[in-house]
């Protein structure tokens, strides 16, 4: 038996977040507060290229190992059979537009700062619920998770809790718009 890199996205992307945190952990301690957390609301320059970059790599940096965890266990778990169904290429691309659109929402519409992958985790979440679908049918696995999902997530955005729940609603969202628009990968 040969070990294979069966996941090159799912994988590539949990060494990196791990290689980040432990940088940040024990040899550049700013790290991940200045290369790895989108800006809140009014802490975004227009003239500055960093905070551009921020808006995608926010995804990268992880509070601590079990943010890490959380959200890694989730990636490495679902990303794997996303990644066999879609693609690597069309994995990517939904991961990079779901970052963008998370690290825009955030700056425009909350004050703190955003930094996991949970919104990613959350895409998944939804889009995998797409797995066996048929043309013209939507699964009622996916209408539950939808239903659970939105409901603990309303729920807990009104707890103060320091977990960004409309990075998750919209993670969800575009794990949904994801399912229902894109094509499997051609055999």
Do not use: C
């Amino acid at each position: 038996m040969k070990l294979r890199y069966n996941a090159p996205v799912s994988l590539t992307f949990t060494i990196i977040g791990a290689i980040v945190l432990l940088l940040n952990q024990f040899l550049l301690k700013s790290l991940i507060p200045t290369l790895f957390t989108a800006p809140g609301r009014g802490g975004f320059s227009l003239i500055n290229p960093v905070d551009y970059l921020r808006l995608i790599t926010h995804v990268i940096g992880h509070a601590n190992w079990t943010h890490f965890m959380s959200n890694f266990s989730f990636i490495l778990l679902l990303g794997p059979s996303l990644e066999e169904k879609y693609g690597s290429a069309s994995i990517l691309f939904m991961m990079f537009v779901t970052a963008v659109v998370t690290g825009i929402l955030n700056t425009l519409l909350i004050p703190a700062g955003l930094l996991g992958a949970s919104g990613i985790v959350f895409m998944m979440i939804l889009l995998m619920s797409f797995t066996n679908i048929k043309s013209g049918e939507i699964p009622i696995t996916f209408i539950l998770v939808v239903l659970l999902f939105l409901v603990k997530e309303v729920v807990n955005a009104f707890q103060q809790n320091n977990v960004s729940e409309f990075a998750h609603i919209a993670g969800g969202i575009l794990g949904s718009l994801f399912g229902f628009l894109r094509p499997e990968k051609k055999k």
